[in-house]
């Protein structure tokens, strides 16, 4: 059998973790990720125990959690199974939803403070054109980051997930890494 | 300028795209008897009001739901927003 090596979005062999100051980025090539939509009038699942959030919101549940993403629609995560068949299992958990596997068209970057929220705060003012109020911890939303559609996840205060394009992981790790950059020198 | 998201908060413009009127939403019924002068009514004929507008704005860097906005064109100022599936729900 043909001998493949694995890769992240960013083609390294192992997934790049960069410090600036308090703040790391990193990629996360582990997340596996599957879309979950409801059909016209049916009732909201529990997939997985999970209570599916309202507009805007995040949940984490155990080893699974599920962010909102449209009216009737939310991305469900699970740390670490990004080479398992995830869609399967959440299809399995929410019979009659539309599920749609996800993992291989995002690529995802972690980024954490070790000196509490602010300087995450301080990097978001950079990256996202949103009210301070729509990115408090628990908070999750589509928007724009340099021209490219991005899912923003904040996890808690001193930690952000950026999800975006795979195909477009290299451009959005260099707006990561330069604007996290930026706010270290600026002190 | 920025567009009072019924879910999701004030948001950013550029978030959104464009796409006119929202009578766009009373599409004729294609069974009627005048349907073709009344589809014909509906494709090319539109109101370009110099004041408030009601107009269609779909949030593709968001959400992805279409919003009825109502926009002062003169002033840019923004009257309002509701989901379009609400208005279309609630036969406006």
Known sequence: ???????????????????????????????GLASLA??????????MGLKLPGPGDCVA???VGAFWTG????MLEAPGRAEEDFAAEVARNAPGCSVT???DGWAAFD????????????????????PPASLL??????????????????????????????????????????????????? | MLIPHPLLGPRDAQEFTYLGDARLLERPDPAAENAEARFCDYVYLRDNPAGVHRELW?????????????????????????????????GA
């Open chain 1, 137 to 187: 911890p628990g908070k999750a939303t589509r928007t724009v980051l340099e021209h490219l559609g991005v899912f923003v996840i904040r996890r808690a205060g001193d930690r952000l997930t950026v999800l975006g394009m795979r195909s477009a992981a290299g451009s959005l790790w260099h707006a990561l890494t330069v604007a996290a950059k930026r706010r270290e020198d600026a002190g």
């Open chain 1, 1 to 31: 059998m043909t001998d493949l090596t694995p890769i992240t979005a960013l083609g390294t062999a192992e997934a790049p973790s960069v410090a600036f100051g308090p703040l790391t980025v990193a990629e996360d090539a582990r997340l």
């Open chain 1, 61 to 63: 549940g155990a080893g």
């Open chain 1, 38 to 47: 409801l059909r016209r009038g049916a009732d909201v699942p529990e997939p």
């Open chain 1, 111 to 130: 980024i954490v403070s070790d000196a509490g929220a602010a300087p995450v705060d301080a990097l978001l003012e950079r990256l996202v054109n949103l």
């Open chain 1, 71 to 74: 009216p009737g629609q939310w």
């Open chain 2, 58 to 90: 779909f949030h593709e860097h968001g959400d992805r739901s279409w919003l009825v906005v109502t926009r002062d064109t003169v002033t840019h100022e923004i009257l309002g927003a509701e989901l379009a599936a609400d208005v279309k729900g609630a």
């Open chain 1, 101 to 103: 596997e996800q993992t």
